[in-house]
């Protein structure tokens, strides 16, 4: 797997003067030999680049609570303008990295310094990371239960379960988020988030748990470099998938450089790990351009979407069945994607499941689970049900947080579940689309948590 290793040596020698300009301009400049993010499985928990990484936290953490570039203040910056269900989280999460990860590396003078991922997603690393369990990584309260040998559920975050399909997703705003008016405006939260994203969040629970307060846990910059990762891995798929809207790429965001100033950066800057000097260990050594978007590679047909409010309008640990009358229209479109000569050809078409209008729960410590045309469906059905179509769970603060506001849509992309119910002759097109939806505990652990109401306004299907 190391197949770059850089040492400090050839890697000044070979990036030479562009990172003194990294280093010390405002604006990001590109050095030649791009930085790697390693998988920590692959780092030794008593080796320099642990041992570096443990350095930089010890020296953030020792500057005074209002430093720019110490502990609380960047964690502070996740409290006062992270941008969550809207198309901006991922850009805004990776541009918060790459200034972070500078400030890191000024703090210990070294350029090589690199922050890891934790690839939740891998059956043999679901445990938290050993070394954040130390002190300097380990700095903040966890959720009860939670300990270093603790693994996240499968359910949470599986690589083949639920990461993968994910991935597949075509469409960037049921992937990625919806477009929305500002960065800290909720509109619609794309699945990478809402589920493994939330998931793992929830799951670790105490600071993590909470917007506010998650980046004072070292271990949220490793799960978002998780993250990060998978959006490079998502672009490289989806050539040309990106949005193109001005709206989106020239939205900007304030950070921090190294010497503690405000510095700006656009999300047109961020597209690629490339375009700011670094790569994950997984992406190709030589970064490909970004392809652009070639056009619609069938005829593009307005979206056919329909909508049915629940019985009740509150979520929890009761099931609740929303059903939904597809229109001819709709039928004929799902017809088209569920025929057996495209079963996997994702531009065949997408149906897409909105959850709209949630308010996130007080206690956000529990996952809803999603089932199509199943509505005896209950808290003991296994998620390996072939009716089972995904999870979601929730990233808000409580009543005094800045982003306590109003409610937002969850976005699943159900196209996998109905082919496999149609080829299990468990869907007709004809028929109504049945959604139950009940909320459980994100772990074990947590089941006197769990219970909660969360009130939600409809849900929609759409075929595109
Ligand atoms: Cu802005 Cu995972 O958080």
Redesign the pocket.
């Known amino acids: 797997m190391s197949e770059i290793r850089l040492t400090r040596r050839t890697y000044l020698a070979a990036s030479g003067m562009a990172i003194g300009g990294l280093l010390l301009q405002g604006t990001p400049a590109v050095a030649q030999t791009p930085l790697v993010r390693r998988n920590i499985r692959d780092l030794d928990p008593n080796g320099p680049e642990i041992t570096q990484l443990r350095e930089a936290f010890r020296i953030i953490e020792s500057r005074p609570n209002g430093s720019s570039v110490g502990w609380l203040g960047q964690a502070n910056i ?1 409290r006062n303008r ?3 269900a809207n198309w901006w ?1 991922f850009p ?2 990776r541009a ?1 990295l790459f200034y972070f990860e500078r400030i890191l590396r000024a703090a210990v003078g070294d350029p090589t310094l690199a922050l890891p991922y934790w690839d939740w997603s891998d059956p043999s690393t679901r445990a938290i990371p050993a070394p954040f369990w130390r002190r300097y990584l380990y700095r903040v309260i966890r959720g009860p239960g939670i300990g270093p040998s603790s693994l996240v559920p499968d359910e949470l975050v599986d690589r083949d379960f639920i990461v993968e399909p994910i991935l597949d997703i075509p469409a960037f705003s049921t992937f990625g988020g919806a477009a929305s008016s500002s960065p800290m405006i909720r509109t619609a939260g794309g699945s990478l ?1 809402g589920s493994p ?2 998931n ?2 929830n799951w670790i629970g105490g600071a ?1 748990a909470r ?1 506010e307060w ?2 004072q846990d070292p271990i ?1 910059w490793l ?2 470099a998780n ?1 990060d990762r998978l959006w490079a891995e998502w672009s490289r798929r989806h050539p040309g998938g990106l949005p193109t809207s001005p709206a989106w790429r020239n939205q900007t965001f304030s950070f921090f450089n190294t010497a503690g100033a405000p510095t700006t950066i656009a999300v047109s800057q961020v597209l690629t790990t490339g375009a700011l000097n670094y790569r994950y260990d997984d992406e190709p050594a030589v970064p490909m351009p970004l392809a652009e978007a070639a056009g619609p590679s069938r005829a593009e047909r307005a979206p056919e979407t329909v909508a049915a409010t629940p019985p009740r309008p509150v979520l929890g640990s009761t099931p609740i069945t929303v059903t939904l009358t597809p229109t001819p229209e709709l039928q004929t479109r799902v017809r088209e994607f569920t025929a057996p000569q495209v079963r996997d050809d994702a531009s065949a078409g997408t149906l897409l499941l909105a959850i709209e209008g949630i308010q996130a729960p007080d206690v956000p410590q529990v996952l809803v689970r999603v089932f199509i045309n199943l509505p005896e469906a209950n808290a003991t059905t296994s998620p390996r049900d072939l009716h089972y179509a995904g999870n979601f769970s929730f ?1 808000t603060s409580d009543a005094q947080g800045h982003d306590a506001h109003g409610p937002y849509t969850q976005y699943l992309d159900v196209t996998r579940a109905i082919r496999r119910l149609a080829d299990a002759d468990q869907y007709r097109a004809d028929g109504p689309i049945q959604v139950t939806l009940m909320a459980v505990p994100i772990a074990p652990e947590r089941r006197q948590e769990a219970a909660t109401r969360i009130p939600f306004r409809r849900a929609t299907l759409t075929a595109k």
Do not use: S, T
Request: a negative charge; charged letters at 5%; hydrophobic letters at 45%.
């Open positions: 996740h992270c941008a969550h989280f805004w999460h918060y988030e994203h939330n793992v969040h993590m917007p998650a980046a949220f799960h978002h993250v990233f």
